[in-house]
């Protein structure tokens, strides 16, 4: 008699938007029930009735619970306070409906409002959460720090954000230097993100173009991009910027005419719905971010065969680029360093060659069947444990 296929339910708030959260649990939830054959249900609590932005397999069953937790953002804190708890125990009421019924081998969080009560859920399923960003910026309060009420608040959910995380079975970060940040945890595992693709064909470096994709955001650094550009256009002839990517440009599109830089070389676009053709047609890729939970774009930007320079902020480029073998990276925030080193992948052909062949064999460790063979092992090891 052939075993039963491992059951699997994810908890996650939506998979309708272009984040990087859901874009690496569908390519998961994808490539397990595909090629592993596992029983995947999703939870969702946002979103109902909007398409999902990535692809889900047929095979995939979806529940929303339509609780839209979303209306939060815009209330202050003490109203928020009215509207959550309702909607919080009905979740939790729903949730654990749904895990009784289904009975699954793994419950895994995505570290939203169910990590406080899955534990207590009786469906005998091994619960495990995973984390796509680092510690430091999972939840920071640090715009409320003045604030004595949010200061008791945030000291609060921190202990009890901890209590829970020990309770887990398995706790995955993306990083070795995530996991070395919760020394309170004896329960953390590394497993990275997977490359979204792997391409047929990598980039001639042929073209003069520098590309960048990232939300139009503060933790993406646009800003310092842009004055490292500055310097970049002052010191290079040809060469052009374009960068591609959600949110609004308007403050950007100010700092290039404050910085003075020439619009014909330096372009910020939307977001594209074939990003891999735009790699190709680049020959060097930029990351400016300020934090990284782990560097997607890097991934890609690598597998698509160009040559990437990026700030060296905690904690991802780090685990993906070796400086100065299949990448460059330089010191977090240094303007001069970010344009010092585009300038020497622009100036030096072969030495952007060279990072873009290493860059195309050292990616190939984040190619989707080796990250689901760590996947597998996880959870086939802790149903036998």
Same mark, same amino acid.
């Given at each position: 008699?052939? /075993?039963?296929?491992? &059951?699997?339910?994810?908890?996650?708030?939506?998979?309708?938007?272009?984040?990087?959260?859901?874009?690496?649990?569908?390519?998961?939830?994808?490539?397990?029930?595909?090629?592993?054959?596992?029983?995947?249900?999703?939870?969702?609590?946002?979103?109902?009735?909007?398409?999902? %932005?990535?692809?889900?397999?047929?095979?995939?069953?979806?529940?929303?619970?339509?609780?839209?937790?979303?209306?939060?953002?815009?209330?202050?804190? #003490?109203?928020?306070?009215?509207?959550?708890?309702? &909607?919080?125990?009905?979740?939790?009421?729903?949730?654990?409906?749904?895990?009784?019924?289904?009975? /699954?081998?793994?419950?895994?969080?995505?570290?939203?409002?169910?990590?406080?009560?899955?534990?207590?859920? /009786?469906?005998?399923?091994?619960?495990?959460?995973?984390?796509?960003?680092?510690?430091?910026?999972?939840?920071?309060?640090?715009?409320?720090?003045?604030?004595? @009420?949010?200061?008791? %608040?945030?000291?609060? #959910?921190?202990?009890?954000?901890?209590?829970?995380?020990? &309770?887990?079975?398995? %706790?995955?970060?993306?990083?070795? &230097?995530?996991? +070395?940040? #919760?020394?309170?945890?004896?329960?953390?595992?590394?497993? /990275?993100?997977?490359?979204?693709?792997?391409?047929?064909?990598?980039?001639?470096?042929?073209?003069?173009?520098?590309? *960048?994709?990232?939300?139009?955001?503060?933790e993406k650094g646009i800003d310092l991009l842009l004055e490292a550009w500055a310097q970049v256009e002052k010191r290079t002839k040809d060469w052009r910027l374009e960068v591609f990517g959600d949110g609004d440009t308007t403050a950007?599109?100010?700092?290039?005419?404050?910085?003075?830089?020439?619009?014909?070389?330096?372009? $910020?676009?939307?977001?594209?719905?074939?990003? +891999?053709?735009?790699?190709?047609?680049?020959?060097?890729?930029?990351?400016?971010?300020?934090?990284?939970?782990?560097?997607? @774009?890097?991934?890609?930007?690598?597998?698509?065969?160009?040559?990437?320079?990026?700030f060296d902020c905690p904690w991802g480029p780090r685990s993906i680029i070796k400086d100065g073998e299949d990448g460059l990276l330089v010191e977090n925030g240094n303007v001069e360093e970010l344009a010092d080193a585009l300038v020497?992948?622009?100036?030096?052909?072969?030495?952007?060659?060279?990072?873009?062949?290493? *860059?195309?064999?050292?990616?190939?460790?984040?190619?989707?069947?080796?990250?689901?063979?760590? #996947?597998?092992? $996880?959870?086939?090891?802790?149903?036998?444990?």
């Amino acid at each position: 008699m052939a /075993p039963q296929p491992l &059951k699997i339910v994810y908890i996650t708030p939506s998979i309708h938007t272009a984040d990087g959260a859901a874009r690496v649990l569908t390519m998961k939830a994808n490539y397990f029930v595909e090629h592993f054959g596992y029983d995947i249900t999703i939870l969702l609590t946002e979103g109902k009735g909007l398409p999902f %932005f990535y692809h889900v397999s047929d095979k995939i069953k979806i529940i929303n619970y339509d609780l839209n937790f979303e209306q939060l953002w815009n209330c202050p804190f #003490w109203k928020k306070f009215f509207i959550y708890i309702p &909607k919080q125990i009905k979740y939790r009421r729903l949730v654990r409906k749904e895990l009784m019924r289904i009975r /699954p081998d793994i419950t895994m969080s995505l570290l939203r409002r169910e990590i406080n009560f899955l534990n207590e859920i /009786p469906d005998g399923s091994k619960k495990m959460g995973e984390i796509h960003v680092h510690r430091d910026n999972y939840r920071n309060f640090k715009d409320e720090k003045n604030n004595f @009420v949010m200061n008791l %608040f945030a000291k609060f #959910w921190s202990k009890q954000l901890l209590n829970n995380l020990k &309770k887990l079975d398995r %706790f995955v970060v993306l990083t070795d &230097k995530d996991r +070395e940040l #919760w020394t309170e945890l004896d329960n953390v595992v590394t497993i /990275p993100n997977p490359s979204p693709f792997m391409p047929s064909a990598v980039s001639p470096l042929t073209e003069k173009r520098v590309i *960048a994709v990232a939300r139009y955001s503060h933790e993406k650094g646009i800003d310092l991009l842009l004055e490292a550009w500055a310097q970049v256009e002052k010191r290079t002839k040809d060469w052009r910027l374009e960068v591609f990517g959600d949110g609004d440009t308007t403050a950007f599109n100010a700092l290039i005419d404050k910085l003075g830089i020439d619009r014909r070389r330096c372009q $910020l676009k939307g977001r594209t719905t074939d990003i +891999e053709q735009e790699y190709l047609k680049s020959s060097i890729a930029v990351c400016s971010s300020r934090f990284e939970g782990f560097g997607m @774009v890097i991934i890609e930007a690598m597998a698509c065969g160009l040559a990437v320079a990026s700030f060296d902020c905690p904690w991802g480029p780090r685990s993906i680029i070796k400086d100065g073998e299949d990448g460059l990276l330089v010191e977090n925030g240094n303007v001069e360093e970010l344009a010092d080193a585009l300038v020497t992948l622009i100036q030096d052909s072969a030495k952007r060659e060279s990072i873009a062949k290493y *860059a195309i064999q050292n990616v190939k460790r984040f190619q989707m069947e080796k990250i689901a063979e760590q #996947w597998r092992q $996880l959870f086939e090891g802790a149903i036998r444990s």
